[in-house]
């Protein structure tokens, strides 16, 4: 998230692309080495099962080895390889995004009747474009914004778009920014989507999928967002 510092918009054709949840995209920003824990968490079975290792709720040094690479790729602090509930909540999340395949709107909460139209749902952190009734991209996961602040929820439109914005609140590179309510826009990171705990309110993308919503939408284009995010 960020105030606008530069008004301006560029329109750019729109065309048609249906992409699959991929969960490999971002990456986290390094963390220095940390020691793996011996101890056994809470969600050790649920998370050896995710990780596909030998489900038997016991912490082993190569299940911590795992575990801790699995927080470091997403940047879960403190990546010490222990199976606790942040954890194990980023990997739930990834469950239950993977589980939507491609019908992101099969509970009809995004509105039909817009004609093209961006859809983020907090709950399951997920965004697509569809068209009526048709999906156009994704769905994708997404990072939005963390507890105290929250990417509002409701019915808007894409104001202004900026492709080079830098936030001078945060003094950070904001590229393929479309901006929908006040500061809030979409954008792309370098961070994992399932970077804990979240953005400033920004629905942040990685670089491809924030340069596709950059070639798919234009200003005047309506977005939708619903639900509550996780831990808010």
Not at 61 to 78: E, L, N, V, Y
Request: glycine content about 12%.
């Amino acid at each position: 998230m960020g105030d606008i510092r530069r008004r301006g918009a560029i329109a750019l054709g729109i065309t048609g692309l249906i992409a699959p949840l991929t969960l490999t995209l971002g990456t986290a920003p390094a963390q220095a080495a940390t020691a793996c824990t011996t101890q056994t968490g809470p969600y050790q079975k649920q998370v050896e099962k995710f990780l596909g290792r030998p489900v038997d709720g016991k912490q082993s040094a190569t299940d911590c080895k795992a575990i801790q690479a699995f927080q470091t790729k997403h940047g879960i602090k403190p990546n010490a390889g222990y199976a606790g509930s942040v954890t194990w909540g980023v990997m739930d999340l990834m469950n239950k995004q993977k589980a939507v395949g491609n019908k992101p709107n099969k509970d009809g909460k995004c509105p039909v009747n817009k004609g093209r139209i961006a859809c983020v749902n907090l709950t399951l952190q997920l965004s697509w474009i569809q068209d009526g009734d048709d999906l156009v991209y994704g769905p994708v996961p997404v990072r939005t914004g963390r507890n105290g602040y929250e990417t509002r929820t409701g019915l808007k439109k894409i104001y202004w778009r900026d492709i080079d914005h830098v936030s001078s609140i945060y003094d950070v590179p904001m590229p393929y920014s479309q901006f929908f309510d006040g500061g809030q826009a979409f954008h792309s990171v370098n961070l994992s989507m399932w970077n804990p705990p979240g953005s400033h309110g920004c629905v942040n993308m990685t670089k491809t999928t924030a340069k596709k919503y950059w070639s798919l939408l234009k200003k005047g284009d309506d977005v939708f967002v619903y639900g509550r995010k996780p831990g808010t």
